[in-house]
């Protein structure tokens, strides 16, 4: 179902506490899937509404084509496909291509298990369930990691290579989460979490 | 009767023209462009930078010096490790803690109240507080050695340097130091491509300080007078300002540099000393302050009449007289850097930008190097390592490289020199320059104090290598020493308003040796006895102490 995107606006607009709309990049991904996935999540993100779209806040696109939610009977499916989707991904990656962020793929758990031992297994403020998936959660501790500088007034994506440049030996995967299609169009993943406050 | 002068022997006196490089990988960080410049970055960048990078190298010179201490004091990797009683040492960066520093919160508060006081010169005092800060979080320090530190003549702490302190917690979470460490002097310069070949004469251990290199073997017969390379440093021309004799000094300061003034010899010799003297200049450098802000007449604040004249008390044209003194100075052949300083229109904040050189008259113009403040260049052709005894005092030299003769010069227009004069008690500006070099950063209080760039991800200021030369423009005095290894001096040179005291300093490219030419001219009203209306007087090498 589409996301009630215009009414959560408008309601917060007339509130006065609307938040700086997000501008799409104009860049065409390699499927057509993966602008919409990003399109909903992001809009619903950006109205921050804790409300019934959490639903669409998890998984993007498991099957190539489909625009369905998922459901449970997808999540089996998604297992499936899952093993073929990467491989996909990695091969689009190689062809120049932007890859999808899976956050529930095995390759971030290492990241995310050492990112909930640094918080001290304690939840980040204003993180709910459906705002704060893994995937945000490692980019929260990497932003928050003073060992790789000031994260305040940059893309985490150039903090990255800041950090890199000065030898300072960032994670890799961090990048690759980074320079993914949803990486790099959706700003709760692009910008830092203190973006919007700073 | 006149008598017509003798035929000069020998050949006219040409200028030595030694190769010139202005070292583009050391200048271009500080150079901004344009089209990427952003003020929303934050300071907090350029003290990680700091930090990220002379940590290592402070670490290292702390094991080094604090391996053999009783106790075998662990470093701790982060600040907030500290355990109460337990000998260790730290690395961070200091901040100092001054009530008497401008505080832009205070000065709003007191707008309401009271008329803010005129702004100090110099804002340290007995209340200061020294903090160590890293990424985790920042420790008091105190203790004897501490304020010995900050108090002792030649020393002293100010906000952004980084640091080591050997010391324990004490039961109120201070930090009470037994040691410290700085980053030490790095070293010299060395060109790509140069070979570093062994130092003539004895090294005379850290050679920091006050030690004369006494002991120095020449290898060859001393560089007579027609041998030597000098550059030429000024700082402060101050063209545009109000008074007259200025600009007659600067007028003097030319014709000897083109060989058009000067007259027989005082000393025996060739005739013409002086003007084989100015002959022998291969380089001008202008350390800064070459403009000033013009000073409007009285007539200027009248409102104008239709009927009388729009003429201004005095015609202030700077950087067209500017051009002129340029321009007359180009056409002996004598190339010219120039470093803006702090009236210049170059900008306000660190690094100043090169001002265009269309003001002077455009690319069409040559000879003329506009370059950033602080900026590096390179002249060339120095003969093989060669310093004379009693020539070596106490100078700072940025280091040269040895064998190949070639100079690498570094200067700044003054403000990072006076902007440490305000946290330091002392006024021997000599030595915060040599500390500057200890500490490898030219400007530990950009940001602080300091106005500085914001840059994203680096800090320019830092001194990974020593030049040869290393001058400062615009303080009271004229100041020279050496300081590094015996044969590895940097000569540090620090210059004086000309306008004010009409000193030009002449570096020997050769033997580093520094001496001063000094233009004076005489007050206009009343000169009773009627001696000539201006003058030279030449020093000696300047002995500092």
């Keep these: 179902m589409p996301p009630r995107k215009s009414a959560g606006r408008t309601k917060k607009a007339a509130a006065g506490l609307s938040q700086p709309t997000l501008s799409f990049s ?3 991904p390699s499927t057509s899937d993966t602008l919409a996935k990003p399109l909903s999540k992001a809009q619903s993100r950006s109205t921050a509404s804790l409300g019934p779209s959490a639903s669409e806040v998890s998984i993007p696109s498991t099957a190539p084509d489909s625009d369905v939610e998922p459901t449970p009977d997808a999540e089996e499916r998604a297992l499936r496909e899952k093993g073929r989707k990467d491989a996909e991904d990695k091969e689009k990656a190689r062809r120049g291509g932007r890859r999808t962020l899976d956050p529930k793929s095995k390759e971030w758990e290492g990241l995310t298990r050492e990112a909930k031992k640094a918080m001290g297994g304690m939840q980040p403020i204003h993180a709910g369930p459906d705002t704060h998936n893994n995937v945000h959660h490692i980019l929260r501790v990497f932003d928050m990691t003073s060992k790789y500088g000031p994260c305040v007034g940059i893309t985490r994506l150039e903090r990255w290579e800041r950090a890199n440049k000065w030898g300072l030996n960032p994670p890799e995967e961090i990048r690759e989460i980074l320079t993914t299609a949803q990486g790099e169009d959706d700003a709760s993943y692009r910008e830092n979490v203190l973006s919007t406050w700073l | 009767m006149a008598s017509p002068l003798p035929a000069e022997p020998g050949p006219a006196p040409r200028r030595p023209n030694p190769s010139y490089s202005s070292l583009p990988e050391l200048s271009k960080p500080f150079v901004i462009d344009p089209a990427n410049r952003s003020y929303r970055h934050q300071y907090s960048n350029v003290y990680f930078v700091r930090l990220v990078e002379l940590r290592p190298i402070v670490e290292k010179r702390a094991e080094e010096r604090w391996k053999a201490v009783r106790g075998k004091p662990p470093l701790l990797p982060r600040i907030l490790n500290l355990q109460r009683s337990q000998l260790c040492y730290i690395v961070g960066t200091v901040y100092l803690d001054m009530p008497l520093k401008p505080n832009v919160l205070e000065d709003m508060a007191r707008d309401h109240w009271i008329v803010p006081p005129a702004p100090r010169p110099e ?6 507080a020294v903090h160590l800060e890293d990424e985790s979080g920042r420790v008091r320090l105190v203790g004897d050695v501490i304020k010995r530190e900050r108090d002792r003549e030649g020393g002293g702490l100010v906000t952004g340097l980084i640091m080591a ?17 700085f980053a030490g002097l790095p070293e010299l310069y060395k060109a790509p491509g140069d070979v570093n070949g062994t130092g003539h004469g004895k090294v005379k251990g850290k050679g920091k300080g006050k030690g004369k290199a006494e002991g120095m073997d020449v290898d060859e017969a001393p560089l007579s007078g ?6 030429a440093l000024v700082s402060g021309l101050s063209v545009g300002a109000q008074e007259a004799p200025a600009d007659l000094k600067t007028q003097l300061l030319v014709e000897w540099l083109t060989g058009e003034s000067g007259g027989p010899s005082r000393t025996r010799g060739s005739r013409l000393q002086d003007q084989l003297e100015g002959a022998r200049v291969a380089r001008l450098i202008l350390a800064g302050n070459s403009l000033t802000m013009p000073v409007r007449g009285t007539d200027d604040k009248q409102p104008k009449r239709f009927n009388t004249s729009n003429k201004t008390l005095y015609p202030s044209h700077p950087t067209k007289t500017l051009s002129l003194v ?8 004598l190339p010219i850097n120039l470093i803006p300083g702090p009236s210049d229109p170059a900008g306000a904040t660190l690094p100043q930008q090169p001002l265009p050189s269309v003001m002077f008259g455009g690319p069409k113009v040559k000879g003329l190097e506009c370059m950033t403040n602080p900026a590096w260049l390179e002249v060339g052709e120095r003969r093989s390592e060669h310093v004379s005894e009693h020539h070596l005092s106490q100078a700072l030299v940025h280091g040269k490289g040895e064998t190949l003769n070639r100079d690498s010069f570094f ?14 008690p002392s006024n021997a500006r000599l030595s915060m320059a040599r500390r500057t070099l200890e500490w490898r950063h030219i400007a530990p209080t950009a940001p602080d104090t300091l106005w500085m760039y914001p840059f994203p991800d680096a800090d320019p200021f830092i001194l990974r290598q020593r030049p040869d030369v290393y001058f400062i423009g615009n303080q009271p005095e004229f100041e020279t020493a050496l300081v590094g290894d015996a044969d590895a001096p940097t000569r540090i040179i620090l210059l004086p308003s000309f306008a004010k005291t009409g000193q030009v300093a002449l570096l020997c490219l050769e033997t580093l040796e520094c001496k001063t030419v000094e233009f004076e001219v005489p007050t206009w009203v009343g000169e009773a006895n009627g001696h000539g209306v201006g003058g030279m007087k030449e020093e000696g090498d300047v002995k500092m102490e």
């Design chain 1, 26 to 28: 104009s860049r065409k």
């Design chain 2, 226 to 231: 027609q041998d030597k390379t000098w550059v």
């Design chain 2, 165 to 181: 302190v050997l010391g324990m917690e004490t039961s109120s979470g201070d930090f009470e130091v037994v040691d410290l460490c």
């Design chain 2, 326 to 333: 340029l321009s007359d100075i180009l056409s002996s052949a």
């Design chain 2, 411 to 424: 200067g700044t227009g003054g403000q990072t020199i006076d902007d440490v004069y305000k946290y330091l």
């Design chain 2, 123 to 128: 804002f340290f005092s007995a209340q200061d």
